[in-house]
T-cell receptor, first 118, second 112 residues
Framework: EPEVTQTPSHQVTQMGQEVILRCVPI?????FYWYRQILGQKVEFLVS????????KSEIFDDQFSVERPDGSNFTLKIRSTKLEDSAMYFC????????????????FGPGTRLTVL | KQEVTQIPAALSVPEGENLVLNCSFT??????LQWFRQDPGKGLTSLLL?????REQTSGRLNASLDKSSGRSTLYIAASQPGDSATYLC???????????FGAGTRLAVHP
């Protein structure tokens, strides 16, 4: 069964460094998402991406964050200058329909990248 | 702004019991609602999607109901097994681009 994959599974970085988290969505999916989960807290939406542009972003997704689909298979999240509070599990998700307001659009999640900022 | 609450926060039951996990949300203008399972330190596994026009959706021993007008969804787990032990998350959509808003989850432990 097709699945969303993410690399690396764990990333340790120093505060102020740039990190790139990588995701390979399911191949025929059109909508891509990033969510994060700080340890012990709820999963939070960061950004959605469709047709090579951001559809929606949350207040968390400030100028330090960016997303890109550099080729036909990868979807990346870049954090320009990491802070201690960026430490979290980052989940990539994808969905097939790519349509606004789709009631049947299931989001499939990857296994996550645990980011630790020291 | 969509707010999602899940009750109970934790549940510990003996194997074989039928379970009810509750989810409530404040904004009834949703397109669908997904239930997920999360094992410790792992990703999210989609269990069920229930469309806004549906009242129920079933998958194996799982049954989800939705009362959109009152902002409630319920996940029923029949004949629970130790392998069902995990955190169960409820996530209705919010906004035009189907972003998911998550509850804090119900942490379920099923003991033999």
């Amino acid at each position: 069964e097709p699945e969303v994959t993410q690399t690396p599974s764990h990333q340790v970085t120093q505060m102020g460094q740039e990190v790139i988290l990588r995701c390979v969505p399911i191949s025929n999916h059109l909508y891509f998402y990033w969510y994060r989960q700080i340890l012990g807290q709820k999963v939070e939406f960061l950004v959605s991406f469709y047709n090579n542009e951001i559809s929606e972003k949350s207040e968390i997704f400030d100028d330090q964050f960016s997303v890109e689909r550099p080729d036909g298979s990868n979807f990346t999240l870049k954090i320009r200058s990491t802070k201690l509070e960026d430490s979290a599990m980052y989940f990539c998700a994808s969905s097939e329909q790519g349509r606004l307001r789709s009631s049947t659009d299931t989001q499939y999640f990857g296994p996550g990248t645990r980011l630790t900022v020291l | 702004k969509q707010e999602v609450t899940q009750i109970p926060a934790a549940l510990s039951v003996p194997e074989g019991e039928n379970l009810v996990l509750n989810c409530s949300f404040t904004d009834s203008a949703i397109y669908n609602l997904q239930w997920f399972r999360q094992d410790p330190g792992k990703g999210l596994t989609s269990l069920l999607l229930i469309q806004s026009s549906q009242r129920e959706q079933t998958s194996g021993r799982l049954n989800a109901s939705l009362d959109k007008s009152s902002g409630r969804s319920t996940l029923y787990i029949a004949a629970s097994q130790p392998g069902d032990s995990a955190t169960y998350l409820c996530a209705p959509t919010s906004g035009g681009y189907n972003k998911l808003i998550f509850g804090a989850g119900t942490r379920l432990a099923v003991h033999p």
